[in-house]
């Protein structure tokens, strides 16, 4: 879940504290924060603070793998 300045920029959220549950979104921010990137590094303090949550909660059976990924331009 990608924020700006403590902003959610998503519509999807499994993470009630930064925004209520959702279902059926898919919209987690990164599509509103990555394109940001590409402005020149010193303009990113005019945009604010750029962070970035993940929730996996401890009491699931999650088996599989989990791929984090960034494919510059």
Do not use: H
Request: aromatic fraction near 18%; charged fraction near 25%.
């Amino acid at each position: 879940m990608y924020r700006i300045d403590g902003d959610y920029l998503g519509d999807y959220s499994n993470n009630p504290a930064i925004a209520a549950v959702t279902t059926g979104q898919d919209n987690f921010g990164l599509d509103d924060y990555e394109p940001l990137f590409k402005y020149p590094l010193l303009d990113w303090i005019d945009i604010g603070e750029f962070s970035v949550s993940l929730l996996y909660n401890e009491d699931d059976d999650f088996e599989g793998e989990s791929f984090l990924g960034c494919f510059g331009a």
